[in-house]
């Protein structure tokens, strides 16, 4: 199944083939379109998994062009994301840290771990990613780094690597928006709309092999990361353990499974785009900062 959310906060079920989207009869709670109003997401990621809830349809299909896709995710407990986790980006990250600063990274970036970025990074498709302004004031880079993205759907503590698969829910596309520089990582990684997800959330039913899949990102229609999610170093079943062992993992939760290469800058006017077979591609463009600050 293609779980999308849609319009007002709607559950839907997509179907690719006709480009339409049936809507969904969702659990208690998912017709409040107040994103806060409940945890209902987050429960169906639970029960959807353990076989408690069974979507239905709410009504007939309709066209996939006359709705607007949201980030299909609500409310997660965490966003978990992983440092370099393709060889050929290590070495590139090596040597771009290399050349600017002289300093060594034998410490740094090349033991594999995961780190948090804000949940109110992340934004649907076609949503513009903003340029924080304080980073173009001081000719700070922002990169694209394309990812698989997956969605807990059990949770659990110390799950066993044999296990892990049993605890995601489903794929999705992610962009792992990074300002470079000097700063925390978090932090340089959860400016709003630095997360871009979707179109939408793939069962894992339907992707019988997470290292089966192809990654590509373009900016203007030239390709920029283009990598086999086989080719990563640490693989979907162990990330789950490890995240799982130092944080722990609820229902919901969203996990980035890290950068492939060939990240590189964005600047204002720019449009984004990735696709991964079997889950789809979504399109950003890219813009300076134009929301006022509330
Ligand atoms: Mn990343």
Redesign the pocket.
């Known amino acids: 199944m293609k779980l999308a959310i849609y319009d007002d906060n709607r559950l839907g079920a997509v179907d690719v083939e006709a480009a339409t989207i049936t809507p969904l009869t969702g659990p208690p709670g998912s017709a409040d379109p107040d994103a806060l109003g409940a945890g209902w997401w987050v429960r169906m990621c639970r029960d959807l998994h353990a076989g408690l809830v069974r979507p239905a349809a709410a009504g007939p299909p309709v066209p996939l062009r006359d709705v607007t896709l949201r980030a299909p995710v609500l409310n997660p407990g965490k966003v978990i ?4 986790n393709y060889a050929a980006h290590v070495a590139e990250m090596r040597d771009q840290v290399l050349t600017r600063t002289g300093m060594s990274t034998d410490s740094w970036l090349l033991d594999f771990d995961v780190f948090l970025k804000a949940p109110s990074s992340i934004v649907g498709p076609g949503i513009a990613i903003e340029l924080p302004a304080e980073a173009v004031a001081a000719a700070q880079e922002v990169h694209h ?1 394309a ?1 698989l993205a997956l969605v807990i759907g059990r949770g659990g503590r110390d799950i066993p690597v044999g296990e892990a698969a049993d605890h995601v829910l489903g794929y999705l596309i992610a962009l ?1 928006l ?1 300002v470079r520089g000097k700063g925390d990582r978090s932090r340089r ?1 959860s400016h709003p709309t630095f997360t871009p997800v979707g179109p939408w959330l793939t069962t894992a039913d339907e992707v019988p092999d997470w290292a089966g899949l192809t990654i590509d990102l373009a900016v203007n229609g030239d390709r920029r990361q283009h990598v086999s999610t086989g080719d990563m170093l640490v693989g979907v079943p162990e990330i789950v353990s490890h995240a799982s062992r130092v944080m722990g993992l609820q229902p919901g939760d969203l996990i ?1 499974t ?2 492939p290469p060939g990240v590189g800058p964005i600047h204002p006017g720019d449009t984004v785009d990735v696709v991964i077979d079997r889950l789809g591609s979504i399109r950003h463009p890219v813009v300076a900062e134009c929301r006022p600050r509330s």
Not at 81 to 84: E, G, L, R, V, Y
Request: glycine content about 8%; overall charge negative.
């Open positions: 994301a992983c440092a370099s780094e990812e792992d990074t990684k980035l890290g950068a």
